[in-house]
């Protein structure tokens, strides 16, 4: 009586085991700014909202922009050390004061191209990552790039000589500190601030790729793009690490496989979006992808391209890195030791 017993509540146990095993997720994602552009927009809304079918997981989302959920953007990393959202859609730059370590991505004159970007983020990926892990509980998941970042400006500029006294909005503290070399005042600012502060004189001139700045209308305060790129405005997913380690490591591969295809996917998107709002802002066709406007397009001289490419060794490296030292010892070291050894460093 007791062994058909046993062997009843094994096969009892045998034929739940499937449903037992099978894991019913969900997740509150904290999105980019509903006004930051086509990225958010097209790809980043779209692919969460459906991740049930991107992913194969039995699994619901709430999906909310940060500015719609009513957190700064420097609060990402906070967000997920606390749990208020499993997934992140983290603004590198301006979550940068949190773990600097992440600036390591993108320093003024590091990514002057998306193939440069691509090389110098795999390389120092693992660090951020693990950084991510013991400083805030999270897990990174895939890096992307807004795009090259440019300049838009209210007076007409042919140089960046022409910066010098002019307040400029930035993203980050790196580019804060190369707008000093030149003279000019660094205003950190969020995004959807900048095209009033253009209109009213808050600010002079702009720091963003040029598919933002066409979303978020600063044609209509601008005179004059310079088209030089400063950096790639990296971007990236994570998750908080208790909800990570809550699931099966079939469904973390799925999830890992689906943002991988994700941030691939943006990283052509974002290439695309560039050379389209380039035109589109200047008046140009084929304007496809954005509002056409008449901006002026300033051209990029060699000495202010080598201004650029010279801030890594002389600006934007060793202000990082005595930040990011101050609270990781090896921070510098890692980076030398991947990013570094590529450039030759």
Known sequence: MINRSILTALAVAALFAPAAYAQSLSFKVLGQPAGS?????????????????????????????????????????????????????????????????????DLIGLNTSYESGRAHIDAFYDTVDQRLQTQFN?????????????????????????????????????????????????????????????ARGVVDCAVTGPASANSGGWPESTTTVLPLALQMAVNGYAINLNKWNAMSAEDQGKLQTAITTLTDDIWTYSEELYADAMRC???????????????KRATVSEADAATVAAAVSEVSLPVWAEQCNAVFAECEARWRETVGVQLGL
């Open 281 to 295: 802002n200047s008046g140009e066709t084929p304007c496809s992808l954005a509002t056409s406007y008449a901006l």
């Open 37 to 105: 552009g086509l990225i958010a927009q097209n790809k980043e809304q779209p692919f969460f909202e459906a991740l049930a079918a991107n992913t194969g997981l039995d699994v619901s989302v709430q999906y909310l922009p940060v500015d719609v959920a009513g957190i700064p953007d420097s609060d990402g990393l906070r967000v997920l050390k606390s749990g208020l959202f499993d997934i992140v859609s983290i603004r590198g730059p301006q979550v940068s004061r949190d773990e600097p370590s992440i600036l390591g991505f």
């Open 138 to 198: 999270a897990k990174l998941l895939g890096v992307w790039p807004a795009g090259p970042q440019i300049i838009f400006c209210k007076p007409e500029i042919s140089g960046l000589a022409d910066l010098h006294g002019l307040k400029v909005r930035v993203g980050d503290q790196s580019a804060a500190n190369f707008m000093a070399g030149l003279g000019a005042t660094g205003v950190p600012m969020p995004f959807g601030e900048v095209q009033q502060s253009l």
